[in-house]
């Protein structure tokens, strides 16, 4: 993956401003929340690179969690139930035919809600069967011959099924594998693929934002840049009702496969686009792999990190989960 430069950067801002305009309602634009919502989401699922750089094969088999991700999962769960908030969970389904579900059922009984995230971690963007996902180009036979539409549907349907099946929950909001620059603004069959499974919220677009050359330590510049990019990772509502919750930069994979960031850079980074949304009294919505973080972060410290900027905050910020963010948006 190439980094963006700041050239790049600040052409896709200017696209991302001008397509906003298709987005009814904004967080920060509608004044309806008094106090930054600050939400803490972790994408279950295998990452290249990790917990070795040569690891490639998690490509194949997203869904196939090896142990220290689950217990990392599972450990997060219970540092940010102490400090008496929830972390949004977005399971990839085939996670669930393993034989111990046990670690899952354990974050969702501590009240932790755990969203959709596909079967297969498939691009819902796919124009062509075969570029849904990498194990249905090594495999192909697995694809039916069907419609690329129905395909999607059945992907997102099993993940449901599964998830009330082993750990008798059901989803809770849609996050599409993989970040898109405009969301769904130009896939109107997906959101209305969606909302006919019953969700009144995706969260699906992630921003165009600066990052280094690897391992180049950030300027103050592009940290800047990362914060004040936040500002179009705000919710708001796409012309047919679906909400869109945005994820906001630099997320983990960005900042340690991309960057290949120390941790200390990524640190800055997030605390200062943790402090620009609770000035500005909006939405944070920091995403993360256990695959990638527990590599890179054993310790826990982003996540220590977010609760204690909110917690000294003193009632200008509140940890939320997605739902909480889409309910303050339509109240």
């Known amino acids: 993956m190439t980094p963006i430069t700041r050239r790049d950067w600040l052409k896709g801002t200017a696209a991302v401003v001008s397509s906003s305009a298709l987005g009814s309602k904004s967080i920060i634009a509608s004044g309806r929340t008094k106090l930054a919502r600050i939400a803490i989401t972790l994408d279950l699922e295998m990452s290249r690179n990790f917990p070795t ?35 949004h969970y ?10 111990d579900v046990g670690w899952l059922k354990e974050i969702a009984d501590l009240g932790h809600p755990i969203g959709n995230h596909t079967y297969d971690h498939i691009n819902v963007h796919a124009a062509r069967k075969e570029d849904l996902q990498f194990r249905f180009q090594r495999a192909p036979w ?18 449901s099924k599964a998830l009330r099946s082993r750990i008798g929950v059901d989803p809770e909001g849609f996050r599409t594998p993989g970040g898109f620059a405009d969301g769904l603004r130009n896939h109107p069959e997906v959101r209305a693929l969606l909302k006919d ?8 677009l992630y921003p165009t934002h600066p990052n280094t050359q690897p391992m180049q330590q950030p300027s103050p510049e ?22 869109e919750i945005p994820m906001s930069p630099i997320s983990d994979i960005g900042a340690f496969r991309t960057g290949r960031w120390k941790l ?15 000035e500005k009294h909006a939405v944070f919505d920091f ?22 900027v909110v917690q000294e905050a003193e009632g200008k910020a509140l940890l939320s989960d997605l739902n909480e963010i889409a309910d303050n948006l339509t109240q």
């Open 264 to 278: 200390e850079w990524f640190l800055q980074s997030v605390e200062k686009s943790l402090r620009w949304a609770i």
């Open 142 to 159: 697995l694809l039916a011959d069907r419609p690329l539409l129905d395909l999607i549907r059945e992907n997102i349907e099993l993940t």
């Open 90 to 99: 977005f399971a990839v389904g085939r996670a669930l035919e393993q034989s």
């Open 222 to 243: 592009t940290l800047d840049q990362i914060a004040q990019a936040q500002v179009h990772s705000q919710p708001f509502v796409y012309a047919d009702g679906l909400i």
């Open 197 to 204: 499974l019953g969700y009144r919220w995706v969260s699906s």
């Open 287 to 308: 995403l993360a792999h256990p695959s990638c973080l527990g590599v890179v972060d054993p310790e826990f410290k982003t996540i220590d990190l977010i609760c204690r």
């Open 53 to 87: 750089w040569e690891a490639t094969h998690w490509d194949y088999e997203k869904g196939n969690l090896d142990e220290a991700t689950k217990r990392y999962a599972v450990q997060a769960a219970h540092r940010v139930h102490q400090f008496g908030g929830k972390i």
